[in-house]
């Protein structure tokens, strides 16, 4: 099986996507947080299969955007896709914890597997792990790192804000 590959430039810095050849995104990762080598190369490089996705990522970064609508197919165990599937049902704008997101998938008691499944989503953005914040409220470790969660929750709750209707 071959895949493709692209990269795109947003405000959190360049991504790197990977597809499989039915189009599904399998990867939407940080550049530079996987070291590639020449797995990266080896890809299909094109940008034609990412149309979609990349239209709906600059909706999202533009604030018109609040949930995405492009096949999936993340890799990962029975859990980790559980865990993953259960970041979708986080409301764009808003926060959950990982006792939270832990009880979701019907797990109250693995809330530690639920952040180690949350480190290894490969499709960062899309499925939302950077809404999973400590059971205090406070930032916790991100794949893309701290500063560019930070961002992508500040931008959620501006366009959030902007929505709500006025007196």
């Known amino acids: 099986m071959s895949a493709w590959a692209t990269t795109v430039r ?8 990977i597809a ?15 070291p590639w080598d020449s797995a990266w190369w080896s890809l299909r ?8 996705v990349v239209a ?3 909706e999202y970064f533009a604030g018109e955007r609040t949930q995405f609508d492009v096949p999936l197919a993340p890799r990962g165990t029975a859990f980790q896709r559980a865990a993953w599937d259960a970041l979708r049902a986080i409301p764009y ?5 990982y006792v939270a997101q832990a009880r979701a998938i019907g797990r109250p008691s ?14 960062a953005v899309v499925l939302p792990c950077h809404r ?8 916790t470790g991100y794949g893309g790192g701290l500063d560019r969660k930070r961002w ?3 931008h959620e709750r501006r366009h959030v804000t902007a929505r709500l209707p006025t007196a």
């Open 56 to 58: 709906q990522l600059e």
């Open 20 to 34: 499989d050849d039915d189009g599904a995104v399998t990867h939407l990762l940080f550049d530079l947080e996987q």
């Open 110 to 123: 693995a809330a530690r597997a639920v952040g180690a499944a949350n480190g290894r989503n490969p499709i």
């Open 93 to 97: 704008g808003r926060t959950s914890s």
């Open 10 to 17: 947003s405000p959190v810095g360049v991504l790197d996507l």
């Open 132 to 139: 999973v914040v400590g059971a205090s409220g406070s930032l």
């Open 45 to 52: 490089h094109d940008p034609r299969p990412f149309l979609d």
């Open 152 to 154: 992508l929750l500040e």
